[in-house]
Every structure is written in C-alpha cells, then in structure tokens.
C-alpha cells in the first residue's frame, strides 16, 4: 500500500524557515509525480508546489504567494521529497500535505495518495 509520511512541522518566528519532509513507501517513487499541499483552518486544500516525475530537483508549479520563498526537491534514491520554506509569514499557518501520483498535475483532485499532514505555524 502507498504510504507518505510527513515530518519536520513546528511553531516558528515569522522570518524564519523550516524543512518539510516526506518519506514515500509502497511504490515506485520515481514514476510519481510529487506535490506539496496546505490547508489553513476554514480555508479549502491549496497547492503549493509540484515536483516533476522522474525529477530530483525541479518543479513545474509554485503558488504565486510562496514562489521565491518555498522550494521543492526530491531524492529519489531515498523515496524522500522535501519543501524547503524560508522567510516564514504568519499567512503560511496551515497543515501541509504530502501527495503523489502517477499523472501529476497541479490539482489536488487529481492526487489520489497522501499523508496525514504536519502543522505549521507562524507567529508573528
């Protein structure tokens, strides 16, 4: 069974950065597209960043809030995908996601395997 666990969420400053991290099992990470997702309290799921298949490094998608602030790699040796977020705002409060599937794209409806979130939070 596909399995994606999240890790590496914490309270922080705003300003400050953190590493998200996911560990992919189950599956033949490489052929899946990987993408990172968030939910703020009474808000709906947004994307945040999308991770090509087959890429180590490069992503075909960022959200325009976080674009310069937040990047996406992965390691596919390792099964691991990360989200690099640096220079924190309050505004970025919100569990993220890990997702991945076999077509990618830039929608959450089109992800059919996910972890169960890691919170972060930014205080001012």
Avoid: H
């Avoid at 914490?10 to 052929?31: E, H, K, P």
């Amino acid at each position: 069974e596909v399995q994606l666990v999240e890790s590496g969420g914490a309270l922080v400053q705003a300003g400050g950065s953190l590493r998200l991290s996911c560990a992919g099992s189950g599956f033949t990470f490489r052929d899946f597209a990987m993408a990172w997702f968030r939910q703020a309290p009474g808000k709906q799921r947004e994307t945040v960043a999308v991770a090509v298949i087959g890429s180590s490094a490069d992503s075909e998608f960022y959200q325009a809030s976080v674009k310069g602030r937040f990047t996406i790699s992965r390691d596919n040796a390792n099964n691991m995908v990360y989200l690099q977020m640096n220079s924190l705002q309050p505004e970025d409060t919100a569990i993220y996601y890990c997702a991945a599937d076999e077509l990618g794209g830039s929608k959450a409806g089109t992800y059919n395997n996910w972890g169960q979130g890691t919170q972060v939070t930014v205080s001012s």
